[in-house]
């Protein structure tokens, strides 16, 4: 088995060390259902307590129902757009261009029942231009979703001056924070309604994530039931929601030095990389810790990716399509890159579990098979 370098963490992380612990000491536990009254049912509702508790404080939330927890990012779009909506037709939301599949197929599903949606430029930068945001803005709108940061480029948009708009002028706020979370400080301005995130981003367990919703925010269920403050029906993951809590301590115990590690490692390879004829960044704008997005002139992308893959070194392309075919990114196309560049582009994605060693080793390999197959074509 090779040695992999895994420079692919905005698709999923590796479980931490201290989550893996926990989850071993509970999974040796006999665990009730949190909703049932006899006494093992009660410590498991101690458990979910403490790990919303923990969350909360970490986001400042001032009664625990601002937390609610989701199966994922995805399911957290769903419930902040929808349960923000609520029953009530939308006329006209506000997006950016390149926001993840899983806001952007919800807008486009509302586009196709006739609601306006304006999705906003980021152009070559990758962020949107709040002068575009007021202007949309002349349109009435029933809401804005717009990314803290984008999952391909790392490019943050200015969550402070959008909150500032969207209180302004009194349209509710979704912010889709799963490529923030873990990878930059994440502030949570006034005028933010809703804001989801996602666990297996951020070294806990696939298959759990959470909503910070504002004290004032008032969602629509979209599954009815007991759990969740009545917001979302079904016995909740505990173990996911414990490995998420478990996560964010790790996290935020260290936050500034892991940060700095990241960031150190990210721009030592970007540098390193950038020092090669040929090889440049996708994106000027202000980025999270973690990512770089290269444009590797002259190479077809998905062959560099599989002969760096065979090398040891993962890292990612654009989205794959429904058929399994791969399509050059839809997020660098919408930033107005070619599809030659688009084609020819990587995401390399860090965690903390990166070390010096390995970056260094992935220069190594990235460099030397691009120098190999520039000259083969
Ligand atoms: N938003 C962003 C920016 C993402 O990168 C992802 C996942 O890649 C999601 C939302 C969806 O999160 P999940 O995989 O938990 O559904």
Redesign the pocket.
Known sequence: MLNRIYLDN???TFLDQQVKEKLHFLLEKPLGNPSSIHALGQVSKGLLVEARRTIASYFQATTLNQIIFT???????YLSIKGLLKDKPPKHIIASNI?????NQLLESFQKQGVKITFLPVGLEGAIHIQDLKKALEVPADLITI??????TGVKNDLTAIAKIALEHQVPLVV?????LGKDKVTLPKGISAM?F????IHAL?GC?FIYLAPSTKLKPMISGTQEFGLRGGTENLLGIISLAEALKVFFSQEAEILNKIKGLRDHLEQSLLSIPGISVNGSGERVSNTTNLYFEGLDGETFLIALDQAGVAVSLGSACSSGAIEPSKVLLNMGFSRQRAEASLRMSLSRFNTLEEINQAIVIISSLYQKKRKMV
């Open positions: 905005n698709a999923t199966s994922s990012g995805t399911e957290g779009a926001e993840h599949p899983c806001v990314m803290g940061a984008n999952n391909e889709d924070g799963v490529a923030l989801f996602s666990g297996h981003k696939p994530g």
